[in-house]
């Protein structure tokens, strides 16, 4: 069993997942890389992490199906003895306005993006409490705070992650795990190169800063969030939007 802080990261073969699954690697941890459907892409990433000097491992779940995700945590455990960093990423978007969207469009949002991290925290939770000791972070959304247009599903679903990290902060603090989210606002990604570039220049005069976020800036501040340097932080929702929702 290896001798590092044991962290998986869902949804870690491109984008966000990727540059956390990296950086925890980075920082000494070894990092389970979870995938849906993309084995080589997380394959990379793992190859990627082992080139740099750091140990990790690939391991498929779809993080929406509850009994796969028990199985999955259950397997984690009995072959590295326990979880200590937890970072639900996977998410998925299926935009359109309100009075358009599908009835399935709306169950497909809930089901990856709230669901799937309900599903890891309940059972990666409880071989944190048996350690006394865990951190989980979970990917929010400033559109979760304020609402987007053409997003009603997705805002709702991390509107409800956001909930859902606060409710968990509560009930496992006197475990001695901390919950926390992340809500990014425009990160240069997968999920928003499929914007047109009239709606990139819009959403970026809305940024202080003025320029959409990297996937490295996320993974910055969940390095610090699963560090010792963040013991004092827990039910917290932080920003990395350049500004874009204050
Ligand atoms: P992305 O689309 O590049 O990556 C999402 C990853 O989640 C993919 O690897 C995908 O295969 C995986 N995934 C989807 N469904 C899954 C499932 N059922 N089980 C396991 N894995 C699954 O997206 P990106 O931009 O890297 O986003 C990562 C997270 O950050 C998401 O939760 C997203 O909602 C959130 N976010 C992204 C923002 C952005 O501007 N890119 C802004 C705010 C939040």
């Keep these: 069993m290896p001798d ?6 869902t949804g870690a073969s491109r984008g966000i997942g990727r540059a956390i699954a990296l950086r925890l690697a980075k920082d000494g941890a070894f990092v389970i890389v979870n ?4 084995r080589e892409a997380a394959e990379a990433v793992r190859d990627e992490i082992c080139k740099e000097g750091g140990e990790g491992a690939v391991m498929q779940c779809d993080v929406s199906d509850y ?15 326990r979880i200590d960093i937890l970072v639900n990423n996977a998410g998925i978007t299926k935009d359109g306005l309100l009075m358009g969207m599908s009835e399935e469009a709306f169950d497909q949002v809930i089901t990856t993006n709230l669901k799937g991290t309900f599903n890891c925290i309940r059972f990666a939770a409880r071989p944190m409490i048996r350690a006394k ?46 919950v926390n989210a992340i809500a990014p606002g425009f ?7 499929v914007l047109s570039e009239k709606v990139k220049e819009a959403s970026a005069a809305q940024i202080p800063l003025g320029h959409f976020g990297k996937a490295e800036d996320v993974a910055n501040l969940a390095a610090f969030l699963a560090s010792d340097e ?17």
Excluded: F, P
Aim: some cysteine; proline content about 0%; overall charge positive.
């Design 4 to 9: 590092r802080k044991i962290a998986v990261v």
């Design 35 to 38: 995938y849906n459907g993309s």
């Design 67 to 81: 009994a796969a995700c028990e199985a999955w945590m259950k397997e984690i455990v009995s072959t590295y003895g």
């Design 133 to 178: 000791s865990g951190c989980i972070i979970n990917m929010a959304s400033v559109v979760g705070v304020a609402g987007n247009a053409g997003q009603a599903n997705y805002a709702a679903s991390k509107a409800g992650v956001i909930g859902l990290t606060k409710t968990a902060a509560k009930e496992l603090a006197s475990r001695g795990i901390r």
């Design 187 to 193: 990160i240069e990604t997968d999920m928003t190169s």
């Design 230 to 246: 963040a013991s004092y932080i827990t039910g917290q929702v932080i920003h990395c939007d350049g500004g874009m929702v204050m």
